[in-house]
């Protein structure tokens, strides 16, 4: 069955401090996996995308990394701000999957100051 | 360039009525989906399509319909609401570049069933 598992399911932590957050999947074939942000009360928006023959890709302070080997990304986010507040969402496509993406129950990151 | 856009924003039900949710996208995306996003729960998928005319069952599709007749437009209907449908409903449509894939999400439908 294709799962996607995402931990730790909430942490805070100090504004200006680093975190990762954890994605583990089964899903097969793989085609791509995407993180996605989302602020309370709205939609999900699209962090970062890694395909099958990325290891890393930063964008801003947002890092993310794959290893398809152990079917796992990581979102590593450097000098949290107050704006970094909300859940992240691990979500992978599979090939010929129809439409279908694979959702993870998401993070939720509180950043205090 | 609108994106995806949902309607209403929010929403309150007597247990029993009915009503229908509005998703239009304006980027010509094939694929659009509806989702239900409780605490803890994640977002689970309602129902999606994958094309104009056509819609499919997704993960908790009991008591809701879809139709998809015109191609940017995507309904979501509860003919008889309960009260476990109180939920945060998001409708997303998706594009595909080779190997690239996104979703891109409206704001969301906040519907509370009394």
């Known amino acids: 069955k294709n799962q996607v598992e995402q931990s730790p399911q909430s942490l805070i932590i100090l504004e200006g401090k680093n975190c990762t957050l954890q994605?583990?999947?089964?899903?097969?074939?793989?085609?791509?996996l995407r993180w996605y942000k989302q602020d309370t009360g709205r939609g999900p928006v699209s962090l970062t995308i890694?395909?099958?023959?990325?290891n890393t890709k930063s964008n801003g302070r947002y890092t993310a990394t794959l290893d398809a080997d152990t079917k796992q990304s990581s979102l590593h986010i450097t000098a949290s701000q107050l704006s970094d507040s909300a859940s992240y969402i691990c979500v992978v496509s599979a090939i010929g999957s129809q439409g279908n993406l694979i959702f993870g129950k998401g993070t939720k990151l509180s950043v205090k100051p | 360039n609108a994106g995806v856009t949902q309607t209403p924003k929010f929403r309150v039900l007597k247990t029993g009525q009915s009503m229908t949710l509005l998703c239009a996208q304006d980027m010509n995306h094939e694929y659009m989906y509806w989702y239900r996003q409780d605490p803890g729960m994640g977002l689970r998928l309602i129902h999606y399509s994958v094309g104009e005319g056509t819609t499919a069952k997704g993960e908790v599709p009991d008591g809701y319909n879809v139709s998809r007749l015109k191609k940017q437009n995507f309904l979501l209907g509860l003919e008889s609401a309960a009260p476990s449908q109180t939920s945060v409903y998001f409708c997303?449509?998706?594009?595909?570049?080779?190997?690239?894939?996104?979703?891109?999400f409206g704001q969301g439908t906040r519907l509370t069933v009394v």
């Open positions: 890694m395909t099958f023959s990325e």
């Open positions: 994605c583990n999947y089964t899903v097969s074939p793989f085609s791509n």
């Open positions: 997303a449509s998706r594009m595909d570049r080779g190997s690239i894939t996104e979703a891109f």
